[in-house]
């Protein structure tokens, strides 16, 4: 148990000083955003070969939107953050994850037609007071609201930690002195609040508008096509969904390898501490987005 705790303090502290000591975080920013800007060049010209009807401009504009969104989530960004340390915080499974992290690029898509439609059909807002809202207002109340999942997490793994240390467990979560059952299982808990979890993880994530969505959406209720930027935005959440699904599959791998012979008692206090780490590290990288924008 000793080397386990050990070894997940210096892998989190090895992220750390590589993202934020040796530029890590910039370089791949770097790289992502210059993909993006290539990207948005052509999903220019895809929007007007759209309006003018040219065969074959809606598969085009369709790809450029898939490659958009994927090169967007290759950089550092809150949906992989906090899938991908959910994924290493808590028991669920591979394929509820991925479908998790699917959910929420899908409901960071939605929450880009909806403010763009706000925008233009309702408030009558310039492309300029929509990008404003989405990157001066929706941004920073994303990151604190993964700040405060990231914080949830540290708060249940000491509670978890805590409430099992005066009894030693079995694998299913009873007493081995008594044989009573002091408080809920593992898989027990996770099952009663999964749904809380994902509410929660989604809601931060679509909170912020995909910026690339937003642009998109602009032009094409500017242009009178507003449902290829609807299409687009959607295919957009997918392909950003790409990338996060891979993180939360590793996120998975890492966890269940760190877990690797561990049972009962030993189990739950190792998941404790990876679940403390991992919420940790949540809220200190998203308060770290976070302030910049304040």
């Not at 992989?80 to 994850?97: D, N, P």
């Not at 059909?121 to 994303?142: E, F, N």
């Not at 209720?221 to 891979?246: H, N, Y």
Request: proline share 2%; aromatic share 6%.
């Amino acid at each position: 148990m000793r080397s386990v705790r050990i070894g997940v303090l210096i892998t989190a502290a090895a992220v750390l000083l590589w993202l934020f000591g040796f530029g890590g975080m910039s370089d791949i920013s770097q790289w992502a955003n210059a993909q993006q800007r290539d990207a948005q060049n052509a999903l220019a010209q895809g929007l007007r070969a759209v309006r003018a009807g040219e065969t074959g401009a809606w598969a085009t504009l369709m790809g450029l939107c898939a490659a958009y969104g994927f090169f967007h989530a290759a950089g550092p960004g809150h949906g992989k953050l906090v899938i991908g340390g959910y994924g290493a915080a808590a028991r669920v499974t591979a394929l509820r994850l991925s479908v998790l992290a699917i959910a929420s690029s899908l409901a960071q898509a939605l929450a880009a037609i909806l403010l763009v439609a706000a925008g233009a059909l309702i408030l009558g807002w310039s492309r300029t007071q929509m990008t404003d809202t989405a990157d001066k207002v929706l941004a920073p109340a994303s990151f604190i609201a993964i700040a405060l999942v990231g914080a949830w997490l540290v708060v249940r793994g000491a509670r978890r930690a805590f409430s099992k240390a005066a009894h030693a467990v079995d694998a299913d979560g009873h007493c081995e002195t008594c044989g009573h059952a002091h408080g809920p299982s593992v898989d027990q808990a996770e099952a009663v609040t999964s749904w809380r979890d994902a509410a929660a993880i989604i809601a931060s994530i679509a909170i912020r508008p995909c910026t690339g969505a937003v642009f998109l959406l602009i032009l094409c209720f500017a242009l009178g096509i507003p449902w290829a930027g609807i299409a687009g935005a959607f295919v957009m959440g997918l392909g950003t969904a790409s990338v996060t699904v891979l993180v939360a599959l590793a996120a998975v791998g890492t966890r269940k390898s760190a877990l690797a012979g561990f049972s009962g008692a030993g189990a739950v206090r190792a998941m404790a501490l990876i679940e403390i780490v991992a919420g940790g590290l949540i809220a200190l990288v998203a308060t770290a987005l976070a302030l910049p924008l304040l």
